[in-house]
């Protein structure tokens, strides 16, 4: 399969943000959304095995480990490298971009799948029947770029009942939404959500690879 990039870092986003974590970077992806900040991942990459990115993650010494991309559920092993670092006992996380079936990973996979807002320019690819296979230990993000897709979001939020389904993420792009803007409407709303922000753009510069 073709890797990216593996480094170690702390988890910017999701319920386990502030952890540290190593991230399996796979190459490729089937959606070119307008914020996209990893358009790198299109195509760059080496080819490893399996035994060999588990090697490398094992050796970062880090117990929780990302499969990301690009969009990493476009190679047709990575249901086997989620299952095989799973074996190694380590605490697995997938995000992805949910335009592709999330049936196909390990039970003990935490899934993290964004849905797509019409400001992304890719929400007709949403596979919202994914919706169905979600538990409770999963998460789903939004990524919005104004008060707009806010309100998209909520709609389908309370229309799936997401809030009682699994954890739901809301981040505001970096730079382009204010956080206390999002904040508020959340208030507002009464939201059951988590303010999902970017901690590592934060900490580190925001357009710096592998951190």
């Given at each position: 399969m073709?890797?990216c990039?593996?480094?170690?870092?702390?988890?910017?986003?999701?319920?386990?943000?502030?952890?540290?974590?190593?991230f399996?970077r796979?190459?490729?992806?089937?959606?070119?959304?307008?914020y996209c900040?990893?358009?790198?991942?299109?195509?760059?990459?080496?080819?490893?095995?399996?035994?060999?990115i588990?090697?490398?993650?094992?050796?970062?010494?880090?117990?929780?480990?990302?499969?990301?991309?690009?969009?990493?559920?476009?190679?047709?092993?990575t249901p086997?490298l989620?299952?095989?670092?799973?074996?190694?006992?380590?605490?697995?996380?997938v995000?992805?971009n949910?335009s592709?079936d999330?049936?196909?990973?390990?039970?003990?996979?935490?899934v993290?799948?964004?849905i797509k807002?019409?400001r992304s320019?890719?929400?007709?690819?949403?596979?919202?029947?994914?919706?169905?296979?979600?538990?409770?230990?999963?998460?789903?993000?939004?990524?919005?770029?104004?008060?707009e897709?806010y309100?998209?979001?909520?709609g389908?939020?309370?229309?799936?009942?997401?809030?009682?389904?699994?954890?739901?993420?809301?981040?505001?792009?970096?730079?382009?939404?204010e956080?206390?803007k999002?904040?508020?409407w959340?208030?507002?709303?009464?939201?059951?959500a988590?303010l999902?922000?970017?901690?590592?753009?934060?900490?580190?510069?925001?357009?710096?690879?592998?951190?």
């Amino acid at each position: 399969m073709k890797v990216c990039e593996i480094f170690t870092s702390i988890q910017g986003e999701s319920g386990y943000a502030g952890l540290p974590c190593t991230f399996v970077r796979l190459t490729g992806c089937n959606l070119r959304c307008s914020y996209c900040d990893t358009a790198y991942a299109y195509d760059e990459g080496r080819e490893m095995s399996i035994e060999e990115i588990v090697e490398e993650v094992s050796a970062a010494g880090v117990s929780l480990v990302e499969i990301t991309g690009g969009e990493p559920l476009m190679n047709e092993e990575t249901p086997a490298l989620a299952g095989a670092l799973l074996d190694k006992g380590l605490d697995v996380m997938v995000e992805t971009n949910g335009s592709m079936d999330i049936s196909q990973l390990p039970d003990r996979v935490h899934v993290i799948m964004d849905i797509k807002t019409p400001r992304s320019g890719m929400h007709e690819s949403n596979r919202l029947d994914n919706i169905l296979v979600l538990r409770h230990s999963d998460e789903v993000k939004f990524v919005l770029m104004d008060e707009e897709d806010y309100l998209w979001a909520l709609g389908l939020i309370r229309e799936h009942g997401l809030e009682d389904r699994c954890r739901v993420l809301l981040s505001s792009i970096f730079g382009e939404l204010e956080p206390r803007k999002l904040a508020g409407w959340m208030l507002r709303d009464r939201v059951r959500a988590r303010l999902n922000l970017q901690l590592h753009k934060y900490i580190f510069s925001p357009d710096e690879r592998g951190v």
